[in-house]
């Protein structure tokens, strides 16, 4: 599903909402969760999952199209975690 496949399903699902009304909703809370993990919070949906930032340590990685070594820096990366509710609904015969 892409943002604008939710944000239509979501403007179908609440016709009382315009849907530049419901794009902003979306837009905000999709900004809002960045804006929180780019300051190194973690962010909690319950019953969905958690959105954390993990370090990733540089590296000696190699190009593949020449196989010559090259040094990958540090990094943050997105990391997230499934919640229970998910993980069952998912595995739900």
Known sequence: MTKSELIQQLAEANPHLYLRD???????????????????DRVELRGFGAFSVKERDSRTGRNPRTGE?????????????????????????
């Not at 419901?22 to 993990?37: G, N, P």
């Open 69 to 93: 070594a090259v040094d990958v820096p540090a990094k943050y990366i997105p990391y997230f975690k499934t919640g229970k509710q998910l993980r069952e609904k998912l595995n739900t015969d």
């Open 22 to 40: 419901v794009e902003r909703i979306v837009t905000t809370i999709f900004d809002e969760i960045t804006d929180a993990l780019a300051n190194g």
